[in-house]
């Protein structure tokens, strides 16, 4: 318990012992619950603005920048939100708190290139975090690198075998992999567990219009050939 208590302090000294002397901690926290509220209406414009004074006061603390890194995120001002999480990181530099944001930053750019090699950093830390191998397994699926993303949510399935995000994720790489069939078994099953998946939903729906199309032109095929036949023994 003295421990945690510890780092507990260590991680608002930035805060509380440096507030005491040049604002309020009454002051303080009022931004604070302004930010959250005006969060909470999406006014994330109006967050950002509460928080300004303490920044201003404490620009190199970690808590008001990782909160303001979150916040313009929120607001897509992307490229402020990576400075400030930058800001955040120099203080600690082992925080996964900041790669899982700048991980949403990257991924709304569609940089999975970035969201790779963050998610890589997050299994550096943990090799079965959650965060950073389902983060992993999207990036390199958007990379269209199916077989090392299936083995990546293989890995995850081993220890969690009922997960509804890499059940998902299998299914969805399968498919890509064009393993059809096998893509069709496991949507089929996942839907007893999770019925309202919309995901397995919708490639199911895939997979039934696929084999219709490729019945259709067998049988167009054969009605071709057949036809061919005849003519020629007319």
Known sequence: MKAILTWFIIIFIGLTNCFADEMPNETIKSCYYQSYLHESQKRYADAISDLKAVYLKYPNTYTINYRLGWLYYLNQN?????????????????????????????????????????????????????????????????????????????????????????????????????YIDDSKSLYTNMLILYPHNRIAQSYLNKIDTLKQKEADTTMNKNEAHVQNHFNLHK
């Open 78 to 178: 992307f490229a402020n939100a990576i400075t400030h999480l930058n800001q955040a990181t120099a203080v600690f530099p082992q925080s996964a708190e900041t790669i899982k944001v700048l991980i949403l930053i990257y991924q709304a750019q569609e940089n999975w290139v970035e969201v790779e090699t963050l998610a890589v950093q997050l299994l550096k830390r943990s090799y079965y975090s959650i965060d950073g191998n389902y983060w992993y397994a999207i990036a390199l699926k958007m990379q269209g690198k199916y077989a090392l993303a299936i083995k990546i949510v293989n890995k995850m399935l081993a220890i969690q075998p009922t997960s509804e995000i890499f059940l998902q994720e299998l299914g969805e790489n399968l498919f890509l992999c064009e």
